[in-house]
């Protein structure tokens, strides 16, 4: 199957749904100790999807996203344990990042 098959097969969710999603990656999983690794790697790719659907996004969503930012940078060592190697550069999100610590998140998101 070639990309473009791939891509057609592949679900395309709401803003609503990724959100929905986001939240429930860092409130449940990834402080959970099953799969943490992957988890972790599912949050941050929705985190990044959403990244490029902000203007989707209601005012009390950016907020929540924003709540759930905390949460996750709270968790950057957990984070870190699936990104010890990460393929994203230095000037990527700061999510991304999370494996150098809380330092590298806005300061508002910071514990």
Request: some cysteine; glycine content about 2%; charged content about 25%.
């Amino acid at each position: 199957m070639d990309r473009s098959t791939l891509a057609m097969k592949a679900p395309v969710f709401t803003v609503e749904q990724e959100v929905l999603q986001y939240g429930i990656y860092v409130t449940e999983c990834i402080p959970d100790d099953y799969n943490v690794d992957i988890d972790a790697l599912l949050a941050l790719i929705l985190r990044d999807s959403l990244e490029q659907r902000w203007n989707e996004l209601s005012s009390a969503q950016h907020q929540y996203v924003q709540q759930l930012d905390r949460q996750l940078v709270a968790q950057h060592e957990r984070v870190a344990f699936a990104l010890p190697h990460p393929t994203k550069s230095a000037d990527g999100e700061w999510w991304w990042r999370l494996h150098e610590g809380p330092q590298v998140a806005p300061q508002e998101l910071r514990p």
